[in-house]
């Protein structure tokens, strides 16, 4: 249940059916309710005023004037109040407060699921890193972005599909396929000198050049050199996926699908899905032969001025329209990438999203492009851009060993701080913002950890529910027991501000799925749990405010029934974000 949802709702309906009722009210879906800013002005803050002030040819505060007492007259209501230009401010009874907190125990880990979604199909395509070595830490933002907002749409109520797109069908695997066989030669014994500059340097193709060698043993070095090729091409692509699932696992990334570039160029029924995708786009007018001007500044010297296979792109917002066939007959890059759009589409994903690094942000139209002539406004395109992360401890520039050869490898990173800790701190930015990685930081059992602070909340709800259990065995502490508590005995502000919340969790996730944003919900967590950790150390002052009362079994149970709801948000939260919520911190 998203409270801001229904009192949105509630606000519309009064004013369509009684304050405005005689008007065309264009602007009613841009009428909002959520948390004020400062909470000391009410629980919750609409803008209705503002935005209909025209339509209703009033001005804002008259109209909020209005308002205010038909808003009074909803049970829930205690007063509502007109503030700055036009603003309301509603402040909740206190009969609320425990009724919903009852409804957020009873949902437990479901509370705020499934509230947007409906079922709707979703593709996330992320990482994507090309298949020539391990992850480096490069990868790593990109993946821990996509794998959230995945598992945050899921939890929304979208049907998700996680998955990696292969680039398996360029000259960078070419080069991995030389790279491997110098290796495979070095492995025999042989002279080879040294590695060639552009081959793939680093540790992580000795082993599978051993295995070749185990396997083949010299035999192929007499093998016809367009089989040999083929056959060290496709192990060697096989080796490092292998490799990059294995790093992804470190992380707890597992996706749903590896799409192969290779499949869109292999023929299957006497044709290509390459080819069939361009009859398909050639009947809908976007594929044509043509040529295309030079480009803009000084001219390469391989540029042609020839008559070749276009992609009508320009039609459809892009700059320039854009080659599909090279002049040696095979596809370009494009050509494959418009396949793989389709195919998507043809998979019945209407909402796909694409999680890039921030160097292919140029590549933005051209994919809108592709997506309004495959899917014309059937499809919804979202991408995402995440910036580069800077390695710190100490706040200083931190040098790792880079056993990859010339970068940093992720287990390296996860090595040193552990999975939570990375996942957790990649969401602690927007994405489209640089991130420093501080080591340090990162490892410090302080507030200044948001990883350590969330994680923390957690174990102590967990480590109260243990000492209730010692020193009050005869309490059942059981979630049917708890959940028979007299929660209107939660009076304290704190406790108020607790549920108060609580209760914002499923309007993060609503907003978060819909607008790609997972680090919405890195910052919500850390909120509460801080909103938990200042409350807890008021009853250092205050013993009548501890959660365990041994004087009044009422008031603790009642307690403990706000700890297991705050409990059961936090390590929802955690779950999605991917990190673990630990019952002791150790």
Same mark, same amino acid.
């Given at each position: ?69 038909? &808003?009074?007259?909803? @049970?829930?209501?205690?007063?509502? +109040? ?18 919903? &907190? ?12 499934? &509230?947007?979604?409906?079922?709707? %199909? ?10 020539? $070595? ?5 990868? =790593?933002?990109?993946?821990?972005? $996509? ?77 016809? *050199? ?11 692509? +096989? ?6 699932? *294995? ?19 292999? @023929? ?6 390459? /080819?069939?995708?361009?009859? +398909? ?45 090279? +002049?040696? $007959? ?17 998979? $019945? ?15 933005? %139209?051209? &994919? ?47 090595? *040193?701080?552990?999975?939570? /800790? ?18 340090? %930081?990162?490892? *410090? ?16 709800? =967990? ?119 630990? @019952?002791?911190?150790?």
């Amino acid at each position: 249940m998203n409270i801001f949802s229904t009192f949105e709702q509630d606000i519309k309906n009064i004013i369509q059916d009684v304050v405005l009722k005689d008007k065309t009210l264009s602007n009613i879906n841009n009428v909002s309710a959520e948390p004020p800013r400062d909470p000391s002005h009410g629980d919750i803050a609409t803008n209705a005023a503002m935005v209909l002030a025209k339509e209703a040819g009033m001005p804002p505060r008259d109209l909020a004037a209005a308002l205010v007492p038909e &808003l009074e007259k909803l @049970e829930s209501v205690l007063e509502a +109040s007109v503030a700055g230009p036009g603003f309301i401010n509603l402040r909740l009874a206190d009969t609320f407060w425990p009724v919903h &907190l009852k409804e957020i125990l009873a949902a437990g880990r479901d509370y705020g699921r499934g &509230l947007v979604g409906n079922g709707k %199909k979703i593709n996330v395509e992320y990482v994507s890193a090309n298949p020539t $070595g391990p992850m480096h830490v490069g990868h =790593c933002r990109g993946a821990v972005v $996509g794998d959230a907002l995945a598992n945050l749409l899921q939890f929304a109520g979208y049907e998700v599909t996680k998955e990696y797109y292969v680039n398996d069908a360029g000259v960078q695997i070419d080069v991995l396929a030389d790279s491997l066989f110098y290796r495979y030669r070095e492995a025999l014994g042989e002279a080879v000198g040294e590695m060639p500059e552009g081959f793939y340097p680093g540790d992580y193709l000795i082993a599978p050049a051993q295995f070749l060698v185990e396997e083949h043993k010299f035999s192929l070095l007499d093998m016809e *050199e367009g089989v040999r090729k083929d056959l060290i091409r496709n192990f060697a692509v +096989s080796s490092m996926m292998a490799l990059i699932r *294995e790093d992804l696992a470190v992380i707890n990334i597992h996706h749903d699908v590896f799409f192969s570039e290779k499949s869109l160029h292999e @023929e299957k029924g006497g044709q290509t899905i390459i /080819a069939g995708m361009l009859d +398909s786009m050639r009947e809908k007018g976007f594929v044509y032969e043509g040529s295309l001007p030079p480009p803009k500044g000084e001219v390469p010297e391989d540029w042609e001025d020839r008559e070749q296979t276009l992609f009508r792109s320009t039609q459809v917002g892009d700059d320039m329209d854009r080659a599909l066939v090279k +002049s040696d $007959g095979s596809y370009t890059y494009f050509a494959a990438d418009v396949a793989y759009f389709k195919d998507k589409f043809d998979r $019945g994903f209407k909402r796909m999203v694409f999680i890039l690094g921030a160097d292919h942000s140029g590549y933005v %139209k051209r &994919l809108k492009a592709v997506a309004a002539a495959v899917a014309g406004d059937q499809a919804e395109l979202d991408v995402l851009f995440c910036q580069l992360v800077k390695l710190l401890k100490d706040g200083k520039p931190y040098k790792m060993s880079k056993r990859a050869g010339d970068f940093v490898t992720l287990r390296e990173v996860v090595e *040193e701080v552990g999975r939570d /800790a990375v996942r957790f701190m990649m969401l602690f930015r927007k994405p489209e913002a640089p991130l420093e990685f501080d080591f340090a %930081k990162v490892t *410090e059992k302080s507030k200044d950890n948001p990883v350590f602070y969330v994680q923390y909340a957690h174990a102590r709800i =967990c480590s109260v529910f243990r000492q209730v259990g010692e020193d009050m065995p005869e309490l059942d502490v059981s979630p049917a027991g708890v959940a028979k508590a007299d929660f209107g005995l939660l009076q304290h502000d704190g406790e108020v501000a607790l549920i108060s919340k609580l209760a914002e969790f499923p309007r993060i996730i609503e907003q978060a799925a819909r607008s790609d944003e997972p680090h919405r919900l890195a910052f919500y967590l850390y909120e509460l749990a801080s909103d938990l950790h200042a409350h807890w150390s008021k009853g250092k002052e205050q013993p009548e405010l501890r959660f365990i009362n041994y004087e009044n079994a009422k008031m603790t149970l009642a307690r403990l029934g706000l700890l297991s709801s705050v409990a059961s948000v936090l390590a929802s939260g955690l779950s999605i974000v991917g990190v673990d919520a630990p @019952e002791e911190m150790r």
